[in-house]
T-cell receptor, first 110, second 113 residues
Framework: DAKTTQPTSMDCAEGRAANLPCNHSTISGNEYVYWYRQIHSQGPQYIIHGLKNNETNEMASLIITEDRKSSTLILPHATLRDTAVYYCIVRDTNAGKSTFGDGTTLTVKP | KAGVTQTPRYLIKTRGQQVTLSCSPISGHRSVSWYQQTPGQGLQFLFEYFSETQRNKGNFPGRFSGRQFSNSRSEMNVSTLELGDSALYLC????????????FGPGTRLTVT
C-alpha cells in the first residue's frame, strides 16, 4: 500500500484557511486518499476522501494533484475546535485495513 | 442516527486477567474494525469483522481476539493481560468491508496494573 508523508506539526491563525499537505508519491491508480482527524481523547473522525477529482463537503475540501502524488486538505475558516491530529491515508478498498500514520498536529491559534 | 457506542468507557484490570470490550456499530453498518492506540505506537489496526467473519487482521498476538454477532455488534477479548496492553481501544464501523469511510466510537480506556 502507498506510504504517506505529512509534516509533524503546523500552526494556523483562527479564521484563516488551514492547508494540510500530504505526499503519496507511490499511490496506485485504484487507491483513494482519505483524511481523518482526532481531537484529544476522542475517536478519529472521518473528514473526506477522493480518488482523483477535488472534493468538498461541509467540513473541508480535498485537492488532489493531477498526477495524484500529493493532496491538500483545506479547512476554509479554521476555528480553535479544529485543533487536532490530522491523518492522511491512502488505500485500495481491496487491500484490507492497516495502521494509521503519525499524522499532522494542527494547532489553531487565536 | 446514533453513532458508534463502546462499553465500558474506562476499565482497570490486573496483569494476567482477561477483558472483553463491546462495540455497537451505527445502524445498518455491517463492518466493525478494532484499533489500539498508544502514545508510542499510534493507531494500530487489530482486526475487522464483516457479516460475522474476520476479514482482516493486524499484527497482534493471539491473546487478542474478537467476534461479531448477527446484529453486527462486536466484542474483542484480550487474555492474559500485560502492562503493555494499556491503551485506548477504538472501534469503527462502516457499511462495507475494507472501507476507510469509517466512523469511530469514543473508545475504551484500558489500564493494566
Amino acid at each position: 500500500d502507498a506510504k504517506t508523508t505529512q509534516p509533524t506539526s503546523m500552526d494556523c491563525a483562527e479564521g484563516r484557511a488551514a492547508n494540510l499537505p500530504c505526499n503519496h508519491s507511490t499511490i496506485s491508480g485504484n487507491e483513494y486518499v482519505y483524511w481523518y482527524r482526532q481531537i484529544h481523547s476522542q475517536g478519529p473522525q472521518y473528514i473526506i476522501h477522493g480518488l482523483k477529482n477535488n472534493e468538498t463537503n461541509e467540513m473541508a475540501s480535498l485537492i488532489i494533484t493531477e498526477d495524484r502524488k500529493s493532496s491538500t486538505l483545506i479547512l476554509p475558516h479554521a476555528t480553535l475546535r479544529d485543533t487536532a491530529v490530522y491523518y492522511c491515508i491512502v488505500r485500495d478498498t481491496n487491500a484490507g485495513k492497516s495502521t494509521f500514520g503519525d499524522g499532522t498536529t494542527l494547532t489553531v491559534k487565536p | 442516527k446514533a453513532g458508534v457506542t463502546q462499553t465500558p468507557r474506562y476499565l482497570i484490570k490486573t496483569r494476567g486477567q482477561q477483558v472483553t470490550l463491546s462495540c455497537s456499530p451505527i445502524s445498518g453498518h455491517r463492518s466493525v474494525s478494532w484499533y489500539q492506540q498508544t502514545p508510542g505506537q499510534g493507531l494500530q489496526f487489530l482486526f475487522e469483522y464483516f457479516s460475522e467473519t474476520q476479514r482482516n487482521k493486524g499484527n497482534f498476538p493471539g491473546r487478542f481476539s474478537g467476534r461479531q454477532f448477527s446484529n453486527s455488534r462486536s466484542e474483542m477479548n484480550v487474555s492474559t493481560l500485560e502492562l503493555g496492553d494499556s491503551a485506548l481501544y477504538l472501534c469503527a464501523s462502516s457499511y462495507y468491508t475494507n472501507s476507510y469511510e469509517q466512523y469511530f466510537g469514543p473508545g475504551t480506556r484500558l489500564t493494566v496494573t
